[in-house]
Antibody, heavy 120, light 111 residues
Framework: QVQLQESGPGLVKPSQTLSLTCTVS??????????WSWIRQPAGKGLEWIGR???????NFSPSLKSRVTISLDTSKNRFSLKLSSVTAADTAVYYCTRSAILQRRFDDWGQGTLVTVSS | QSALTQPASVSGFTGQSITISCTGS?????????VSWYQQHPGKAPKLMIY???NRPSGVSNRFSGSKSGNTASLTISGLQADDEADYYCSSYTGTSAFYVFGTGTTVTVL
């Protein structure tokens, strides 16, 4: 059974870049059968899709975050990453990484989430 | 892209049935039936409960069912149990540059 684990700094200063990694175990990130997404959730609020990456390296992003987001794959370490630049307090949230079956439009497997706080 | 609209809270007694609505515009749902529902217990990650409007993943109880009519999708939980107490979010693939939109979330309370 696949497991996803987010990791990264829990505190980021305003205007800096948030960097998170999702390490995948129990499955290969090189499998063309899946795509990989990041989703976030501010405390007490709803979910927001950030973006996704396919095994090919092709990406899609939320229009509201597109200018600040980078998602990449590291197949040698079986993980994928999120970078969000020029962060503000509004980017404070729990960040989840997910796996979805290719050609499907649902989020099948989720990491446990990691809290990132933007504060000086 | 605005969030899909869900009632903030829904409650029911053990054993009863409840329905959670998820309303959007035609642009939110597109011409697709890509509505999914997620259950989230406090402090936990969301869990997929329904996909493609009415399909259940393996291992999800058949007490959970989904439907869609026009611009409103619905999740029904029958035979309500204490463990069903959680937040529930709908989600739709829009087929536009927004890609995915989530609902505002509904807190289910089991009385």
């Amino acid at each position: 059974q696949v497991q996803l684990q987010e990791s990264g700094p829990g505190l980021v200063k305003p205007s800096q870049t948030l960097s998170l990694t999702c390490t995948v175990s129990g499955g290969s990130i090189r499998s063309g059968s899946y795509f990989w997404s990041w989703i976030r959730q501010p405390a007490g609020k709803g979910l927001e899709w950030i973006g996704r990456i396919y095994t090919s390296g092709s990406t899609n992003f939320s229009p509201s975050l597109k200018s600040r987001v980078t998602i990449s794959l590291d197949t040698s370490k079986n993980r994928f990453s999120l970078k969000l630049s020029s962060v503000t307090a509004a980017d404070t949230a729990v960040y989840y990484c997910t796996r979805s079956a290719i050609l499907q439009r649902r989020f099948d497997d989720w990491g446990q989430g990691t809290l990132v706080t933007v504060s000086s | 892209q605005s969030a899909l609209t869900q009632p903030a809270s829904v409650s029911g007694f053990t054993g009863q049935s409840i329905t959670i609505s998820c309303t959007g515009s035609s642009g939110d749902f597109g011409s697709y039936n890509y509505v999914s529902w997620y259950q989230q217990h406090p402090g936990k990650a969301p869990k997929l409960m329904i996909y493609d409007v009415s399909n259940r993943p393996s291992g999800v109880s058949n007490r959970f069912s989904g439907s869609k009519s026009g611009n409103t999708a619905s999740l029904t939980i029958s035979g309500l149990q204490a463990d069903d107490e959680a937040d529930y979010y709908c989600s739709s693939y829009t087929g536009t540059s927004a890609f995915y939109v989530f609902g505002t979330g509904t807190t289910v309370t089991v009385l």
